[in-house]
T-cell receptor
């Protein structure tokens, strides 16, 4: 069964510094990987996804993520953090289900990002 | 395009009651998925509907059910509510043309509190 791990419950970073939120995955077959962000009392907002091709994926609000197949990782990065980036970040994986199709995401436990002045 | 909408945004129920939550997907999207989010269990997949058919189901008891209408709008129902059903229920839609690459777009959620 596919799974996603986010090893850090919280990441603290100073505004203007680069940030990294870690994610590792375990799937059989080719993974489709996603990053979402959640602000308080809100739903999940899509940031970016990796399907195939270039290992560096660029997404919304200056975020990017690097897919590393050998390390089964998909870390989220941003060169310069903003206080407004403070939120809960989720990594998710989806494996295409051949029987009956389907569209199920398996999420990590989330990483709280705190950006301070 | 309007995003995914969910109604109501907040609900308070008592144990034993039942509840129905509604989700309107992004126009043109045919797949609707439901997730439960709790502090203890995180985000868990409930079920997915596509063209009015349930295509996938998560590991939840039969008290949790859903359906999808011909206009792709979806409802989920929870019967005989328990305290542990208190959660944020999220709906997501995707165009789902048969490939796994489609992005799921989430609504704001319905916050259910069971007393």
């Amino acid at each position: 069964a596919q799974s996603v791990a986010q090893p850090e419950d919280q990441v603290n970073v100073a505004e203007g510094n680069p940030l990294t939120v870690k994610c590792t995955y375990s799937v059989s077959g080719n993974p489709y990987l996603f990053w979402y962000v959640q602000y308080p009392n809100r739903g999940l907002q899509f940031l970016l996804k990796y399907i195939t091709g270039d290992n560096l994926v660029k997404g919304s609000y200056g975020f990017e993520a690097e897919f590393n197949k050998s390390q089964t990782s998909f870390h989220l990065k941003k060169p310069s953090a903003l206080v407004s980036d403070s939120a809960l970040y989720f990594c998710a994986v989806r494996v295409f289900i051949l029987t009956g199709g389907g569209n199920k995401l398996t999420f990590g436990t989330g990483t709280q990002l705190k950006v301070e002045l | 395009k309007a995003g995914v909408t969910q109604t109501p945004r907040y609900l308070i129920k008592t144990r034993g009651q039942q509840v129905t939550l509604s989700c309107s997907p992004i126009s043109g999207h045919r797949s609707v998925s439901w997730y439960q989010q709790t502090p203890g269990q995180g985000l868990q997949f409930l079920f997915e509907y596509f063209s009015e058919t349930q295509r996938n189901k998560g590991n939840f008891p039969g008290r949790f059910s859903g359906r999808q209408f011909s206009n792709s709008r979806s409802e989920m129902n929870v019967s005989t509510l328990e305290l542990g059903d208190s959660a944020l229920y999220l709906c997501a839609s995707s165009s789902q043309q048969g490939a796994g690459a489609d992005t799921q777009y989430f609504g704001p959620g319905t916050r259910l509190t069971v007393l």
